[in-house]
């Protein structure tokens, strides 16, 4: 797969999961990068949601079929298993009420796809610990006032959830900060002190 160095780190991860062909759809999709990338690729039949209206406008301009929408609030609308694959990347943390999210993610598609920032990273803890601040890392890189997260989790937050919904764990991939993937045997506290973003994929 041709992979841009400078693209996030974990669309590769996420791209990987996704067969050729697949019916996908981007909740959250930014400025098209994953969908692109997946159509290029892979030759996806791809979908995307975005709530600015200036991400939908990079993606149209990319040639993508994005509409503006809200994943709180429209997921709804959308019928149940109308897709193979739902991906919600990097946006979780960003929504109002992310259980829901994640049931209606769940419940669209035929598996989903989340990927997230790790707030239980050793970075983050040793920042909160000896500076008392919020931190500012290069997978957070928003100071407190001014970020679109409101959600913040670790990993065991989100294992912890997938339980709570029932959802069901098919893989999962924790990344350090050079974007190398964490051996996939190490037990879950392993993950949540040294990943500094996951990702997962899930079926109801």
Not at 61 to 69: H, K, P, S, T
Not at 165 to 192: C, Y
């Amino acid at each position: 797969m041709s992979v841009n160095t400078a693209q996030r780190v974990d669309l590769e991860v996420v791209a990987d999961l996704i067969p050729p062909r697949a019916k996908v759809l981007d909740v959250g999709c930014g400025d098209g990068e994953l969908l692109e990338l997946l159509q290029n690729d892979k030759q996806v039949d791809g979908r995307g949601v975005e709530i600015s209206q200036r991400g939908v406008n990079e993606c149209v301009a990319r040639g993508l079929f994005v509409i503006q929408g809200d994943a709180d609030t429209d997921l709804g609308f959308y019928p149940d298993k109308g897709f193979d694959f739902v991906v919600l990347s990097q946006t979780l943390q960003a929504t109002r009420n992310p259980r829901e999210v994640l049931k209606h993610l769940l419940r669209i598609g035929e598996r989903a796809i989340v990927s997230f920032p790790n707030f239980g990273h050793w970075r983050v803890r040793l920042s909160l610990l000896l500076r008392g601040r919020m931190p500012v890392t290069k997978d957070l890189p928003y100071s407190w006032y001014d970020t679109p997260n409101i959600h913040f989790c670790t990993i065991r937050d989100f294992v912890n959830l997938c339980e709570e919904v029932g959802a069901k764990v098919e893989r999962a991939t924790a990344l350090d900060g050079n974007g190398k993937k964490i051996g996939v045997s190490l037990p879950w506290w392993f993950w949540n002190f040294f990943g500094q973003q996951a990702v997962f994929l899930l079926r109801r």
